[in-house]
């Protein structure tokens, strides 16, 4: 990415392109330790022979945030992540 990013762009903007994003905000009234714990619940869920699909979808949804901000400040081997 780096030595693509230098090729495009003209004046101030080149070279900016791409950066990494900051990770989003938690959700309002939702701290990372409810976050943590929809995220575990969430794991045994898919544990079942045949998960709430509507849960999991709505976890992952609230739990978006958590998972971005552990990405972007933490950057764990993509070995790690699959």
Known sequence: LE?????????????????????RHLPQGRD?????????????EMKKTTPNL????????ATYALRRQEIVEEEPPVAEMR
């Open 54 to 61: 509507a849960y999991i979808d709505d976890a992952m949804n």
């Open 3 to 23: 030595v693509n990013s230098e090729k495009r762009g003209a004046g101030d903007t080149r070279g900016k392109r791409n950066k990494v994003k900051k990770p």
């Open 32 to 44: 990372s330790r409810s976050l943590e714990e929809d995220r575990e619940k969430m794991v045994q």
